[in-house]
Structures are given as structure tokens and as C-alpha cells.
């Protein structure tokens, strides 16, 4: 059993900024969850801010005294925007109003916050961004043009997201929802290794069909795979997630394709896999599957005798990938789910696939779970990862597959 990992925003201090907007109230869940996921956050509020939120809610969770003024005689040096810029690994603005948007990108600095962000050594302090405002606001082409210009002095806005809105209208603008926010800033911090890559991932079990209401399948939860498409996601990736039946969230930012059978899976992967730089085969795709699947109930019969069926092998969806001509064939992991003689099967794999890596790991010890053990297999050897969260795995399987990677020859 590994120890439970490190909270994903350990050891990271946050300047949290609210400027003004009704998703203020959003804010008070956002700062909760930077503190569970284990980070300092310092509150840094407008005074429209204050208007929607009590700086002594956002003090109460955060567990510090919250930054408003910046002629606050608490900083001994009376310079609160150099203080805490200096101190943060990321400011995050959160809500960010058109009007703090717009004087953001003006580079205006006439309160706390925005002096704060001004101030900030940019190139080891990112800003991130959370706009929350009406639908019409964030289409008007002066909105537009501050965040191009936010955009191009290396912020990354985060969202907005669509739907209901506070005045009433529906559409763009919403303030993304704190876990959302979240999500984003962990994955701010992790290492680009795949940016400008693109990666196709299968994840999750197939169900064969025996009749409509019966099938063959496995138990694969699809964890796994899903925690690779987030890593990757995370690593600066382009991702392309196929997914067989499993009740998982889809990780931001992942374009995700729902089957259920292995060759609904190997008619959604096959056309895409060209596209893709790097495919990484997780799912625990059934071997065989019923040759005619019931049209109706099998029903018994009253004879005692159970129903046969005969099977056929399903397509090997990883070794047809591994087999596409050198210029439309995306660098192809594999993994191994074994109950016994893990490496030896592995390697067996390795060869029988034709695929430069292959992933092992235990399948009856981690299906289902959210911590596994992998061991890599290729060419050069053997590297183990030991026991960890699957998300842990992943972000360190990417890093060796980053490392491993080389690009197809061109057409
Ligand atoms: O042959 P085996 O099922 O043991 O190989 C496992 C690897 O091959 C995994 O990467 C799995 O996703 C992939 N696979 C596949 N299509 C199949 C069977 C396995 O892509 N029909």
C-alpha cells in the first residue's frame, strides 16, 4: 500500500486576487480547496471585490489577514505589492472583471491588486486569469482585445466558461468553477514536456455484446488511461481520449470519444491515429467476442442446458497502430496487464506488437484502485516506478515517454 501522495499545490504560496463580479462567491470554495490541495494563499481583494465578498470570510479561510489597501501600514515597509509578489509562485485573478482586464492590459497600477500584479518578476511569477463577466461584455471587441493583449504578454486565461449567468442571460463569461480553477493551476505548474505534441489514448474496458442486455467485459476501471490523457493534458499535449464504458470525469481540456466495443474502439482509433504524434494504448480491450450477439434475451429454456456461443478474436487494435507505414505511424506504448511474470510478458510484448515501449503492471492488484506500480520495458531495459498514485505514474510515465520520443519521418 504507498503512503498518500503530497497534496498537488504542496509547498506553493498564492496570491489569490478578487476583483469585482457576483462570482466573488465562488472565491471562499476556490481559496478552501488551494489550502486542502496544500497551498499558503495570500487574499488580495479590489474594493468592488469587497463589495460582493467581507475580506474577513476570504481572512477565515485563507487563515491570513487579507491585502486591500495598498497604504496598509501592517507591511512594516509599507510595500505590500512587493511583499507578496515576491513570495508567490503564481498570482491567480479570480474573478478578473472586464474593468480589471482592461486595466491589466494597459498595465495600469492605481490599486493593491493590479500594482501587485505589475510588480510581480514575471518570469518566475505567472498570472493566471479567471475573466467572470456578461456574455455581451466578454464578446465586446474592447474585452476581446485586452485579453489578445494579456495573452501576449504571457498570461494564461483561464475559461470563462458557458451557461447560466447571474444577470439572467446565457452564454460566455462564467468564472470557471473552483475545482475547474484548480485543475488549471496544477497543471500550470507541471513541466511542459509535450508541448506542441498530440497524443491518442485508449482507456477503460470493452463490452462484447451477447445479447442486448449481457457482454463480456473486464475489470478495468479506465483510472489509468485517464490519469495518462490528464498528464499528458498537463505536459502541454494535445489529447485525444477513446474511452471504453466507464463512469470517469473527463480531464480538462482532453477531447474525449465514448465506445463500447473493441471494434467501435478500432474504428474510432485507427482514422485518428495518423493525426496524432504519440498513442498510448491502456485499455484493457477484450480478446474475443461473441461471433452472433443475441437479437433478442437468451432465455433458458427449462432444459437445464445452458446456451453456447462460439467467439472470434476481437482486432488488436495497438499492434494494427504499430503496423501503419513508417510517415502515418504515431510512437506507440503498450501496456501489460499480468497477473504473474510481469517483465518476461512485457518483453514478450514488446517484440510481439512491434511497439518501441511497453508498460507493465499488476492487473488484479490495481483495477479499480487510484494507486498502481509500473514497470517499463524497451529495448535498452527495464526502469521500475514504484508504488504510487496512478496520476503520479502518469506525469512520470509522460516525462520517460517525452524522453524516449522521437517524431515520425516526414511524407
Ligand atoms: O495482447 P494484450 O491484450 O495482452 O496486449 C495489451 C496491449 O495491447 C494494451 O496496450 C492494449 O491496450 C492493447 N490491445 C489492443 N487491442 C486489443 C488487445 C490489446 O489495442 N485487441
Known amino acids: 500500500m ?4 503530497p497534496p498537488d499545490l504542496q509547498d506553493k504560496h498564492l496570491v489569490l486576487g478578487l476583483s469585482g463580479g ?10 478552501r480547496l488551494l489550502v486542502q490541495f496544500g497551498a499558503t494563499v495570500q487574499v488580495v481583494m479590489t474594493e468592488a471585490a469587497c463589495q460582493f465578498i467581507t475580506p474577513v470570510t476570504m481572512q477565515a479561510l485563507s487563515g491570513r489577514p487579507v491585502l486591500v489597501s495598498q497604504w496598509d501600514e501592517r507591511a512594516p515597509n509599507n510595500m505590500a505589492h512587493i511583499n507578496a509578489s515576491r513570495e508567490a509562485d503564481a498570482v491567480l485573478v479570480a474573478p478578473a472583471s472586464a474593468d480589471f482586464i482592461a486595466k491589466l492590459a494597459q498595465g495600469r497600477a492605481d490599486e493593491l491588486l493590479s500594482l501587485l500584479c505589475l510588480a510581480r518578476p514575471s518570469e518566475r511569477c505567472p498570472l493566471l486569469v479567471a475573466p467572470a463577466m456578461n456574455r455581451e461584455m466578454w464578446a465586446h471587441p474592447a474585452t476581446q482585445r485586452n485579453v489578445a493583449q494579456l495573452r501576449a504578454d504571457g498570461a494564461l486565461v483561464l475559461g470563462p466558461g458557458s451557461g447560466d449567468q447571474a444577470c439572467g442571460e446565457v452564454g460566455d463569461g462564467r468564472m470557471l468553477e473552483a475545482a475547474e480553477l484548480c485543475d488549471e493551476l496544477v497543471a500550470s505548474f507541471q513541466p511542459k514536456h509535450l508541448a506542441g505534441r498530440s497524443v491518442l489514448v485508449t482507456a477503460g474496458p470493452t463490452f462484447e455484446a451477447i445479447d442486448p442486455v449481457r457482454c463480456i467485459t473486464n475489470h478495468s476501471s479506465g483510472k489509468m488511461g485517464f490519469a495518462v490523457a490528464r498528464a499528458a493534458a498537463e505536459a502541454g499535449a494535445r ?5 471504453g464504458p466507464v463512469h470517469l470525469p473527463t480531464p480538462r481540456g482532453v477531447r474525449r470519444i465514448d465506445v463500447t466495443s473493441a471494434r467501435q474502439m478500432h474504428d474510432a482509433v485507427l482514422p485518428l491515429a495518423p493525426g496524432h504524434d504519440i498513442f498510448v494504448a491502456t485499455a484493457a480491450v477484450a480478446d474475443w467476442r461473441p461471433l452472433q450477439a443475441g437479437e433478442h434475451k437468451l432465455k433458458k429454456d427449462g432444459s437445464g442446458r445452458p446456451p453456447t456461443f462460439e467467439l472470434t478474436e476481437n482486432p488488436d487494435i495497438l499492434a494494427t497502430v504499430a503496423r ?10 503498450g501496456f501489460a496487464a499480468e497477473s504473474e511474470n ?13 511497439v518501441p515501449l511497453i508498460v507493465g503492471n499488476l492487473g488484479p492488484a490495481t483495477f479499480g484502485r487510484d494507486d498502481n506500480a509500473l514497470v517499463l520495458v524497451d529495448a535498452a531495459g527495464e526502469r521500475e516506478l514504484p508504488a504510487a498514485s ?22
Open 2 to 5: 504507498s503512503q498518500a501522495p
Open 22 to 31: 457576483i462570482a466573488c462567491y465562488k472565491s471562499a470554495e476556490l481559496v
Open 239 to 243: 489529447v485525444t481520449l477513446v474511452a
Open 324 to 333: 501503419l507505414p513508417a510517415e502515418q505511424r504515431p510512437w506507440c506504448v
Open 342 to 354: 510481469l517483465v518476461r510478458h512485457a518483453r514478450d510484448k514488446l517484440q510481439r506488437k512491434g
Open 390 to 411: 496512478k496520476l503520479a505514474l502518469a506525469r512520470a510515465l509522460v516525462a520517460e515517454i517525452a524522453a524516449r520520443y522521437r517524431p515520425r519521418p516526414n511524407p
